[in-house]
Structures are given as structure tokens and as C-alpha cells.
């Protein structure tokens, strides 16, 4: 049981240049987020999805998009990267009852030069 | 959901109980306190929830002062290894939609000393 998986781990950006970032789980989890994560900075929610098909956005989902094709995968796009965008970036999921735990990937670190 | 009040860092003897405050004063009565951490370079780990009465798992406790203003997360016996920021969330986990989220803030640096 891996429970959450980001890949990559590591990732260095031209401005300008695209990328997917992967997430998956195999807990069978409704909900998924993503996450970034500035220096000195909490998490902030950039999008997620309440179920397979579905995708809403968080607090900054501008340069971000993201598809949720099927339950266990959910994919963060930037399709042209810019250097705000460096970030450690986050995956996670819950299971959806309403007190649900959230369950994190290990993060994804992006820089764009 | 309610703001929540945490310190921005504290420190802690190796094998000493170690105890967060959090002040989430305007909190309301289906709102619950979940408590995340997150050791360096990870991403952030669960520990606990609760609503009125105090809570306890093999993590640590949680105790949550009668009129719910305030909590406090108690690491037993702290080990080096729980060196991490803590997350304090208020949370209401009846409505649906967006309110699924969780906000997290900078939350507490507990620094565990040998």
C-alpha cells in the first residue's frame, strides 16, 4: 500500500516551458487536492476534485490547470511556467465522509529559472 | 471556518511531554480541531481530531478547554524525531462542497532538543 505518489520528485523549468505533475493513490479515495508550498508559507490549496471527472478551484488556481480522468490519478498542468511558480507542490486525498484525515504525497520540488 | 492562534516556535527536552497551544476563539459548535505536522522536506501527517471531548491515540492527546476556545496538542515523550511545524485547523465537517479543504497556516515549530 503506497497511499499517495507524486512524480517527479524534482523538477527545474525554462519560463515558459510546460509540465504535468502525477499524483496518484491507491486508497480508493473520493477527494484529491493540490497544494503548494512557498518558504515560510502554509499551504495553499490550488485546485481539487471531489470525484472522478470532477475538478473546482482552490485559493490560487491562476497558471494551474488540472483533470481528474480517472479516481486514483490527478494531474497538475502548468502550461507555460513562470518563476512565482517555484514552489514544493503537494498531492493529497481524503476519503470524503467529512472528518476525513488527509492523506499527503512526499512533494514535488519545481523550479522555474 | 474559524481562524486559529498558534505560537510561532517552541522548544522541548528529548523524553518531556511537549504541549501546543491553540487559540481558535471564534470556533463554532460543529467545528472540529484537527492537528497535521510536518517534519522537514515531507508532506504533512495527520495526528488527531476531536469536537468537545479530549482525544488520545498512539500519536499524542488532545485536550480542548471547555468552551472549546482553545486546545492543546501533548506530545507525551517527545523524541528528536517529532522536530516539526504542527498545524492547528478548525474545520466544519458537515457542509459539503469547497468546505472539504483544509486551511493550513504557519503553525507552531517545535524544535525537540537533545
Known amino acids: 500500500n503506497a497511499g499517495v505518489t507524486q512524480t517527479p520528485k524534482f523538477r527545474v523549468l525554462k519560463t515558459g516551458q510546460s509540465m504535468t505533475l502525477l499524483c496518484a493513490q491507491d486508497m480508493n479515495h473520493e477527494y484529491m487536492y493540490w497544494y503548494r508550498q512557498d518558504p515560510g508559507m502554509g499551504l495553499r490549496l490550488i485546485h481539487y476534485?471531489?470525484?472522478?471527472?470532477?475538478?473546482a478551484k482552490g485559493e490560487v488556481p491562476d497558471g494551474y490547470n488540472v483533470s481528474r480522468l480517472k479516481k486514483q490519478n490527478f494531474l497538475l498542468g502548468l502550461e507555460s511556467a513562470a518563476p512565482s511558480q517555484t514552489s514544493v507542490y503537494f498531492c493529497?486525498?481524503?476519503?470524503?465522509?467529512?472528518?476525513?484525515?488527509?492523506?499527503f504525497g512526499s512533494g514535488t520540488q519545481l523550479s522555474v529559472l | 471556518d474559524a481562524k486559529t492562534t498558534q505560537p510561532t516556535s517552541m522548544d522541548c527536552a528529548e523524553g518531556r511531554a511537549a504541549n501546543l497551544p491553540c487559540n481558535h476563539s471564534t470556533i463554532s459548535g460543529n467545528e472540529y480541531v484537527y492537528w497535521y505536522r510536518q517534519i522537514h522536506s515531507q508532506g504533512p501527517q495527520y495526528i488527531i481530531h476531536g469536537l468537545k471531548n479530549n482525544e488520545t491515540n498512539e500519536m499524542a492527546s488532545l485536550i480542548i478547554t471547555e468552551d472549546r476556545k482553545s486546545s492543546t496538542l501533548i506530545l507525551p515523550h517527545a523524541t528528536l524525531r517529532d522536530t516539526a511545524v504542527y498545524y492547528c485547523?478548525?474545520?466544519?465537517?458537515?457542509?459539503?462542497?469547497?468546505?472539504?479543504?483544509?486551511?493550513f497556516g504557519k503553525g507552531t515549530l517545535l524544535t525537540v532538543n537533545p
Open positions: 485547523i478548525v474545520r466544519d465537517s458537515l457542509s459539503g462542497g469547497s468546505n472539504y479543504k483544509l486551511t
Open positions: 493529497a486525498s481524503s476519503d470524503g465522509t467529512g472528518r476525513e484525515k488527509l492523506f
Open positions: 476534485s471531489v470525484g472522478e471527472g470532477t475538478t
